[in-house]
T-cell receptor, first 114, second 116 residues
């Protein structure tokens, strides 16, 4: 069984500040981990993913995430927030034993203040 | 443009109506999905089709009826819905990894459904 917990339904940062969105997962098998972003009135787009190999994963728009097995975490970061980063972010987990199930977290809405 | 197209974008229906949501993918993927997105709740997986065969039905009420005539098209037929069924319905597609598991989902923009 797999699950995802995203801490904080809303995160507010100033433009230019560090963005940190937290995600913890639970998985009985080696996980595949994902971050998706949803802009208003749109579907979800993949930001980045971890399957195997390097634990620091770089994605689009300057985002990156680090897989920490010991902490069961996959937090999303960006050094400097831009106004266009305001959106809802979803962490998700899948695994080799659940081919068609991608389990999503509740989402974190990122607000960027000018 | 993600290669997954959903119509209509918005739908308002009464509880006695029958309507259908349509999804089409142009990516050559073998799997298609319906997700329900409600306010303040995680995305809920409703149905999964792999090569036109339904492989997942996540205890969805029978008032939602999926149809997958081919690997590029997916429908969600709606009848006698309830106001609590109002939500954004998202279609997605994916291609199997040789090692198992999903590499990534490609989502459509969704149909915003309001049931009055």
């Amino acid at each position: 069984a797999q699950s995802v917990t995203q801490l904080g339904s809303h995160v507010s940062v100033s433009e230019g500040a560090l963005v940190l969105l937290r995600c913890n997962y639970s998985s009985s098998v080696p996980p595949y981990l994902f971050w998706y972003v949803q802009y208003p009135n749109q579907g979800l787009q993949l930001l980045l993913k971890y399957t195997t190999g390097a634990t620091l994963v770089k994605g689009i728009n300057g985002f990156e995430a680090e897989f920490k097995k010991s902490e069961t975490s996959f937090h999303l970061t960006k050094p400097s927030a831009h106004m266009s980063d305001a959106a809802e972010y979803f962490c998700a987990v899948s695994g080799m034993d659940s081919s068609y199930k991608l389990i999503f977290g509740s989402g974190t809405r990122l607000l960027v203040r000018p | 443009e993600t290669g997954v197209t959903q119509t209509p974008r918005h739908l308002v229906m009464g509880m006695t109506n029958k309507k259908s949501l349509k999804c089409e993918q142009h990516l050559g993927h073998n799997a298609m999905y319906w997700y329900k997105q409600s306010a303040k709740k995680p995305l809920e997986l409703m149905f999964v089709y792999n090569f036109k065969e339904q492989t997942e039905n996540n205890s969805v009420p029978s008032r939602f009826s999926p149809e997958c005539p081919n690997s590029s098209h997916l429908f969600l037929h709606l009848h006698t819905l309830q106001p609590e069924d109002s939500a954004l319905y998202l279609c997605a597609s994916s291609q199997d990894l040789p090692t198992g598991g999903i590499e990534k989902l490609f989502f459509g923009s969704g149909t915003q459904l309001s049931v009055l």
